[in-house]
């Protein structure tokens, strides 16, 4: 069982740059998101989408976008790189949760170490 | 004011030892609660859920008070593989799936 593939690992991007993070799930998750880690913060949520079709805006979302075309695969575009997006980047789902217990586990993939130059 | 606050740490302590740390949150509507475990910035993996009667795994002990929204957690018989960063995660409001996170606690233990 894969869960959560995400790709590239490493990466370097030239300010004004475009690239595509892949986040792929194979658990049928309906919920997935994509955060970035910073030094002495918390993750941060940049996009999130509760199902294939949906998507909606996190707590930091501008310079990203995301869609959701299919239930497994939830990409997340850098439209021009800022050294500002220099960052680690995961992608998570899980599934809806239901009754008191709102939220099940969380899977996240491996990450992405991103520097913008 | 963060929608979750930890103390950043690190603690520092020898094997064996128990150390505990708490975490607090902003939204009292928050359904689901949890701590992560996150290794030297790979990603973080579920440690435990957290629910309002508390509750143990091993040498683990997580606490819910709903009143003073916080949450803690006890590590007991602290081992060395147990040096990471914690995070405490917590459901934005009443109903709603998105998560928030800490910023982490770090537990250095040592030999």
């Known amino acids: 069982n894969a869960g959560v593939t995400q790709t590239p690992k490493f990466q370097v991007l030239k300010t004004g740059q475009s690239m595509t993070l892949q986040c792929a799930q194979d658990m049928n998750h309906e919920y997935m998101s994509w955060y970035r880690q910073d030094p002495g913060m918390g993750l941060r949520l940049i996009h999130y989408s509760v199902g294939a079709g949906i998507t909606d805006q996190g707590e930091v979302p501008n310079g990203y976008n995301v869609s959701r075309s299919t239930t497994e695969d939830f990409p997340l575009r850098l439209l021009s790189a800022a050294p500002s997006q220099t960052s680690v980047y995961f992608c998570a789902s899980h599934q809806v949760g239901k009754g008191l217990q709102l939220n099940t586990e969380a899977f996240f993939g491996q990450g992405t170490r991103l520097t913008v130059v | 004011r963060k929608e979750v606050e930890q103390d950043p740490g690190p603690f520092n302590v020898p094997e064996g030892a128990t150390v505990a740390f708490n975490c607090t949150y902003s939204?009292?509507?928050?359904?689901?609660f949890f701590w992560y475990r996150q290794d030297c910035r790979k990603e973080p993996k579920l440690l435990m859920s957290v629910y309002s009667s508390g509750n143990e795994d091993g040498r683990f002990t997580a606490q819910l008070n709903r009143a003073s929204q916080y949450i803690s957690l006890l590590i007991r018989d602290s081992k060395l593989s147990d040096s990471a960063t914690y995070l405490c995660v917590v459901n934005a409001g009443s109903n709603d799936y998105k998560l928030s996170f800490g910023a982490g606690t770090t537990v250095t233990v040592r030999a």
């Open positions: 939204n009292s509507a928050s359904q689901s």
